[in-house]
């Protein structure tokens, strides 16, 4: 039996995009695929996995369906944050043609970081659970009218031949990933740049988000991420995701989270992690 120390869990099979990011964060660690994303949460809410490799929002397609409601609920905290640079390519069976290929496989995001090529190949696109699963799927069949749009690294796991290289629509295409664990890792405050991530629920007044906002802004603090979107079965009562730029618990952080406090239904700020910003956050513009 593995050390669990050493284990960090994500959604996919061998040959994802967030397998890739478990060896560029995590090289030494062994990455344990999960077949949803509850899965991969639960490798570590259980204590099976050490940690988990999130995925929340591409530069191309933006964010990933169902991660803002299940990473509240799940008990767990961010300690880091990674972008990882995504390189789509039509793979398909070994000896397939492009002008035979009819279908293109994939993941949703995968299939709408791809869209224009797609389009212009003429494919039919097939909508899969993930990437690399997709092209297991495809190598499995041996049709040489079928491909699917994976990793490299999928390409040579399931021996598939690279049709075209670099298919995605933007060339910086890029998912950024959130590192999470059991228990909350936080930085001591320092000059090196900071996130905070947090979820909050407004109480039902005029103008509640501006003066909820307000204190950020009196204290200088910089809003890099603000979504807003329904909880299951919470329909009349949007729930608000946000990242900040900024140490919990410096002073100007402190001043302002009382204010947005105060605008909020009790207990309904949850902040989920400060954690070091990525070198690669700015060079994403």
């Known amino acids: 039996m593995s050390d669990v120390s050493q284990k960090i869990a994500f959604q996919g099979v061998p040959g994802a995009y967030s397998h890739m990011a478990c060896q560029a964060v995590k090289p030494d660690m062994d990455a344990v695929a999960c077949a949803s994303f509850e899965d991969m949460l639960s490798q570590v809410q259980d204590g099976q996995a050490a940690l988990a490799m999130v995925p929340v929002e591409n530069s191309t397609a933006g964010r990933v369906a169902d991660i803002?409601?299940?990473?509240?609920?799940?008990?767990?905290?961010?300690?880091?944050?990674?972008?990882?640079?995504v390189n789509h390519h039509l793979l398909a069976p070994r000896g397939s043609q492009l002008d035979k290929l009819k279908t293109v496989h994939s993941h949703a995001q995968g299939l709408a970081q791809c869209r224009q090529h797609i389009r212009k190949l003429g494919l039919t696109p097939i909508m899969h659970a993930d990437t690399a699963g997709a092209a297991k799927d495809v190598a499995a069949t041996g049709d040489p009218t079928v491909a699917a749009v994976a990793s490299r690294l999928a390409a040579e796991i399931?021996?598939?031949?690279?049709?075209?290289?670099?298919?995605?629509?933007?060339?910086?295409?890029?998912?950024?990933?959130?590192?999470?664990?059991?228990?909350?890792?936080?930085?001591?405050?320092?000059?090196?740049?900071?996130?905070?991530?947090?979820?909050?629920q407004l109480r039902s007044?005029?103008?509640?988000?501006?003066?909820?906002l307000g204190g950020f802004a009196t204290n200088g603090?910089?809003?890099?991420?603000?979504?807003?979107?329904?909880?299951?079965?919470?329909?009349?009562?949007a729930q608000f995701y946000m990242d900040v730029e900024g140490h919990i618990d410096e002073p100007a952080m402190v001043h302002a989270m009382e204010e947005l406090q105060f605008y909020c239904m009790k207990d309904e700020v949850r902040v989920l992690g400060t954690y070091a910003a990525s070198p690669d956050r700015h060079r994403q513009s």
């Open 68 to 85: 803002h409601h299940l990473l509240p609920e799940s008990g767990l905290h961010i300690i880091g944050e990674h972008f990882q640079r």
């Open 158 to 200: 399931y021996d598939l031949d690279i049709i075209i290289d670099s298919l995605e629509d933007d060339k910086k295409n890029t998912t950024r990933f959130l590192i999470m664990a059991a228990d909350p890792i936080i930085p001591e405050i320092s000059d090196a740049a900071m996130i905070t991530t947090l979820v909050f």
């Open 205 to 212: 007044v005029p103008a509640a988000l501006y003066k909820a």
């Open 221 to 237: 603090i910089n809003l890099t991420k603000l979504e807003s979107y329904l909880r299951p079965g919470v329909s009349e009562r």
